[in-house]
């Protein structure tokens, strides 16, 4: 009797273990979800790449790399190491984890490189070159410049544009005077200097009296609003919108964005306290 009432209890220590770890699966799952969708990662190998960074990191350590990300983007990005491009948002993500998270845990998160061959002896090599004719060296293509864009644009008729399937913006920063027109709230945040971040070599640059700041049309629902009405009445916290944009007609120097997702910089940094202490 006491044996079957043994071997019970460890049958339900078991369950209850199963439980847990269903639900911390789960848990994980929403955020890797949440943080591969701001991240705009759609292909598989990253979005378990992500999951695993959420699992060995902790759901409060993931989504502070991936507000630091964010930062890191409103900041102009990080350049590639050869400096020809800026990283993607989601290169971003995986250099920060990458280069600031412990080691031995990263060690299990990212694949290891593939070894490079060794190179071949010197005299092998000289050998070669001596009766490889030296090849043609291709005079350089001559600079974009942004003056070029417009005759380049024109080559392009509209049956061959391309398509987009989804579209999102983030913006980072303090509204303007608020206006509530039924269940909307409406407001203003314009970009305060036309000083561009650094760009990939080989893009035109347009100079800064070409270029005018950018305003944005920032709608939001009430009910999310209210979220973060009271936050935001902090000037040292800044607001972050998350959503759609569009080009509105009669509002040809203003871009419209339709905000899907509206939180503070602040009231994240209270989330992830929140939860960690959970």
């Not at 890191?72 to 400096?83: L, N, R, S, Y």
């Not at 250099?95 to 080691?103: D, G, H, S």
Request: hydrophobic letters at 35%.
């Amino acid at each position: 009797m006491s044996e079957r009432k043994t071997t019970a209890e460890m049958e339900v220590e078991r369950m209850d273990e199963d439980e847990r770890q269903r639900v911390l699966h789960e848990q994980r799952g929403e955020v890797a979800t949440r943080i591969a969708e701001q991240l705009g990662e759609t292909e598989e190998e990253p979005r378990k790449t992500i999951y695993k960074i959420v699992k060995k990191l902790g759901t409060d350590e993931a989504l502070r790399f991936m507000q630091k990300t964010l930062e890191v983007e409103a900041a102009g990005g990080i350049m590639v190491p050869d400096q020809s491009r800026r990283r993607t948002i989601g290169g971003v993500f995986f250099y920060l984890v990458k280069t600031e998270a412990p080691p031995e845990i990263t060690k299990h998160i990212f694949r290891k490189k593939i070894p490079i061959k060794k190179a071949k002896p010197q005299k092998e090599q000289a050998a070669k070159a001596a009766t490889t004719p030296a090849p043609e060296v291709a005079s350089p293509a001559p600079p974009f410049t942004w003056a070029d864009r417009i005759a380049v644009l024109a080559e392009i008729p509209n049956e061959e544009r391309g398509e987009v399937r989804s579209v999102k913006i983030t913006l980072i920063g303090r509204p303007g005077r608020i206006v509530e027109r039924g269940q909307c709230i409406i407001t203003t945040m314009q970009q305060q200097t036309t000083k561009l971040p650094p760009l990939p070599k080989g893009l035109p640059i347009p100079a800064p009296d070409q270029i005018e700041p950018t305003l944005f049309a920032v709608y939001i629902a009430v009910k999310q609003w209210n979220k973060v009405a009271e936050a935001i009445n902090d000037p040292e916290d800044v607001l972050i919108v998350e959503g759609i944009q569009l080009l509105d007609k009669k509002l040809p120097n203003a871009i419209a964005v339709f905000a899907s997702n509206v939180t503070t910089k602040k009231l994240q940094a209270t989330q992830r306290q929140t939860q960690s202490q959970k």
